[in-house]
Structures are given as C-alpha cells and as structure tokens.
C-alpha cells in the first residue's frame, strides 16, 4: 500500500485525489489518508503531491503510518476532488515533528 505521511499535515494540497483510481484518501481537518486496504498500490498518487507525503510502505520504518491511515480512514469521510490547501500551507510545508505538534 501506499500512505500518507507527516508532510501532509495542515498543508492538504489534495493534487492526490483526482488521479486515484479506487477513491481510497479520506480527508481530516489537518491531514488525508489513504485506506491501506483499499489502495491498490498503483503509485499514481506519488508524483502528484507538491509536499512529496506519499509513501509506499516498502520503504523503512512505516508500520506506524499504515497503523495511522488505517485508524483515520475508517473513521473520515472520503474525498475525491481537489480544493484549495489549507491557509498557510506553504509555511507548513517541511516543517518537522508535524505529526507530534498536531495528533498528540
Ligand atoms: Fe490510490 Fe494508487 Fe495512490 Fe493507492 S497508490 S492511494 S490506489 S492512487
Ligand atoms: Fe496531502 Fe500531498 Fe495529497 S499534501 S492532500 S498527500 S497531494
């Protein structure tokens, strides 16, 4: 699967949305998630995030953020069209220990 990592946290770009297939990104306040069961692995998503927040979890140390998506899609409505980033996303944009500041 594919998820969502901490540089999408109060930036939401959403470029994600329009080119899933399977419609499996569900959207919070601060941040979207990618229904790990639902993704099809088909990696379209990850070029298209300005924030590059897209991970497949092959890569290290992302149990934590397939346990995360998973928690969070299941409870979040899903999204499927594009809107505008949230207000002062490009400050946001990079920032470190985003996860911690804003989920804990
Ligand atoms: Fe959707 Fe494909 Fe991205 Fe999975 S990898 S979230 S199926 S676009
Ligand atoms: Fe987030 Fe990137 Fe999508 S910032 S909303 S994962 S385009």
Same mark, same amino acid.
């Given at each position: 699967t594919y998820v969502v990592t901490d540089n999408c946290i109060m930036c939401k770009y959403t470029d994600c949305v329009e080119v899933c297939p399977v419609d499996c990104f569900y959207e919070g306040e601060n941040t979207l998630v990618i229904h790990p069961d639902e +993704?099809?692995? +088909?990696?379209?998503c990850e070029p298209e995030c300005p924030a590059d927040a897209i991970r497949p979890d092959t890569e290290p140390a992302m149990e934590s953020w397939v346990a995360f998506n998973r928690k969070y899609a299941d409870q979040w409505p899903v999204i499927t069209r594009k809107k505008e980033p949230l207000p002062g996303y490009q400050a946001m944009d990079g920032l470190p220990g985003k996860l911690e500041k804003y989920f804990s």
């Amino acid at each position: 699967t594919y998820v969502v990592t901490d540089n999408c946290i109060m930036c939401k770009y959403t470029d994600c949305v329009e080119v899933c297939p399977v419609d499996c990104f569900y959207e919070g306040e601060n941040t979207l998630v990618i229904h790990p069961d639902e +993704c099809i692995d +088909c990696g379209v998503c990850e070029p298209e995030c300005p924030a590059d927040a897209i991970r497949p979890d092959t890569e290290p140390a992302m149990e934590s953020w397939v346990a995360f998506n998973r928690k969070y899609a299941d409870q979040w409505p899903v999204i499927t069209r594009k809107k505008e980033p949230l207000p002062g996303y490009q400050a946001m944009d990079g920032l470190p220990g985003k996860l911690e500041k804003y989920f804990s």
